[in-house]
């Protein structure tokens, strides 16, 4: 029979070893997990653009998150950031969630539109994950519109949205409104990659665009016109759709 001591020493020894290898294991899983990094995305309309039969531009919400055109029924394009409640967890270097932007294709005069917007995208990331290291991705996005003349066609008659970046479109019917994700990535710059219908698909689609030719010139801001209820209007609708984005999406085109 071995003595009492030795005995004892040896429990406290197996208890030592079982505590270094928890210890060990504890010091691995973190190295272990993939990393997750927080984005959030900030956007505002920083210029307006005119063609050549935008003779005479009305329009407001330069510097704001909110865009409205034409007279008569306005059209509105509202941008809502991945911010807050809506910020997306991702894992680099994955495409993930830069926010929506609602479009309302509004009855105007041809002479009363806008031809281009300038959309002011700044992402920021809870790590600095990026080559640059300031977890910061900024983005200047031309953004195109096309105010079809109307037709008995609805989809000719169509408006569209072109993203100078991209090869795609997005088509909103003739006095309807649509909700679009937009995804990006950032590798310093910020990148957009893709944009995902997730409103109902009776009210516009994703597609290839036609090539925007059309020159146009910079506009300066005016006053505002008291178009934020349609703006409001919009805002409530991409909550619900940033809610609902996963499970609503009906059609998705990626580039990369």
């Not at 208890?15 to 984005?39: D, E, K």
Request: some cysteine; glycine content about 10%.
């Amino acid at each position: 029979m071995q003595p009492l001591g030795r005995r004892r020493l040896g429990g406290q020894t197996m208890r030592l070893a079982a505590l270094a290898v928890i210890a060990s294991f504890a010091s691995i899983s973190p190295l272990a997990a993939q990393s997750r990094v927080t984005a959030s995305t900030t956007g505002t309309f920083t210029q307006a653009f005119a063609g050549p039969e935008d003779t005479a531009p009305v329009f407001s919400g330069i510097g704001t998150p909110g865009f409205s055109f034409g007279a008569g029924d306005p059209s509105t394009l509202y941008f809502a950031g991945a911010n807050g409640d809506y910020a997306d967890t991702y894992s680099p270097p994955n495409p993930f969630f830069l926010g929506s932007i609602y479009y309302h294709n509004g009855t105007i005069t041809t002479t009363s539109g806008i031809t281009a917007l300038t959309l002011s995208l700044r992402t920021l990331l809870s790590e600095p994950v990026n080559p640059a290291g300031d977890g910061v991705g900024s983005l200047d996005e031309r953004v195109y519109i096309t105010n079809t003349r109307n037709s008995t066609d609805m989809t000719a008659s169509a408006d569209y949205i072109t993203f100078s970046s991209l090869g795609i479109g997005a088509y909103v019917f003739e006095g309807e409104s649509a909700i679009f994700n937009l995804m990006g990535t950032i590798n310093s710059p910020l990148k957009l990659t893709s944009i995902i219908l997730v409103s109902d698909p009776s009210t516009g689609f994703v597609a290839p665009a036609p090539t925007v030719n059309t020159p146009v010139t910079p506009v300066g801001s005016v006053p505002e016109l008291g178009t934020w209820a349609m703006m409001i209007l919009g805002m409530g609708a991409i909550g619900f759709a940033m809610r609902c984005r996963q499970k609503n999406v009906t059609t998705t085109v990626k580039f990369a």
